[in-house]
T-cell receptor, first 114, second 110 residues
Framework: DGGITQSPKYLFRKEGQNVTLSCEQN?????MYWYRQDPGQGLRLIYY???????QKGDIAEGYSVSREKKESFPLTVTSAQKNPTAFYLC?????????????FGSGTRLTVV | GQNIDQPTEMTATEGAIVQINCTYQ??????LFWYQQHAGEAPTFLSY????GLEEKGRFSSFLSRSKGYSYLLLKELQMKDSASYLC???????????FGAGTQVVVTP
């Protein structure tokens, strides 16, 4: 079955470390997105990519980096410059069709700074 | 940009009906989505409205009024498993990007 896979499910980061969150999809979707979710808040867009080798900053890109070398993969690196990285991270993909651009979400990665 | 407002929390009893309102301000309208999110899980798609009116899908219905910048999600015959956060979202700017509201936490009590 097609889907979108995020790993790991839980991740712990020490102060000053960079960590990379994985996101892989086999839906043949062109666009991929990274969102951050904090308690009591909605999803905030970090980065998005519409095609391979191209990506754009979202609303809260500072302290994060991404790459899109393959259509299937859109990893997110949380750098030491991100001062408050503890959050729930969601990856999504989409493609135009069927009349709307609804997302398919991964199951999320919960990142905690220790 | 978009400004999306929805209530923070709503409580209802099993078997009842709950209506979750969402108001939005957008420079260009390309539809409105509703997602359901259980705690610690990914959001799942519930509905998409692009034209005015009510769309019914089983126990869940979604309404849109573009002139008023208003939508609601109606949950009927509430079940305990409907306890979740419900997110309203609208396309924002370039192709495919969604802007989400903060979500409405629905608590279903016995």
């Amino acid at each position: 079955d097609g889907g979108i896979t995020q790993s790991p499910k839980y991740l712990f980061r020490k102060e000053g470390q960079n960590v990379t969150l994985s996101c892989e999809q086999n839906l043949n979707h062109d666009a991929m997105y990274w969102y951050r979710q904090d308690p009591g808040q909605g999803l905030r867009l970090i980065y998005y990519s519409q095609i391979v080798n191209d990506f754009q900053k979202g609303d809260i890109a500072e302290g994060y980096s991404v790459s899109r070398e393959k259509k299937e993969s859109f990893p997110l690196t949380v750098t030491s410059a991100q001062k408050n990285p503890t959050a729930f991270y969601l990856c999504a993909s989409s493609t135009p069709g069927q009349g709307h651009y609804g997302y398919t979400f991964g199951s999320g990665t919960r990142l905690t700074v220790v | 940009g978009q400004n999306i407002d929805q209530p923070t929390e709503m409580t209802a009893t099993e078997g009842a009906i709950v209506q979750i309102n969402c108001t939005y301000q957008t420079s260009g309208f390309n539809g409105l989505f509703w997602y359901q999110q259980h705690a610690g899980e990914a959001p799942t798609f519930l509905s998409y409205n692009v034209l005015d009116g009510l769309e019914e899908k089983g126990r869940f219905s979604s309404f849109l009024s573009r002139s008023k910048g208003y939508s609601y999600l109606l949950l009927k015959e509430l079940q305990m498993k409907d306890s979740a956060s419900y997110l309203c979202a609208v396309p924002s700017g370039s192709w495919g990007k969604l802007q989400f509201g903060a979500g409405t936490q629905v608590v279903v009590t016995p």
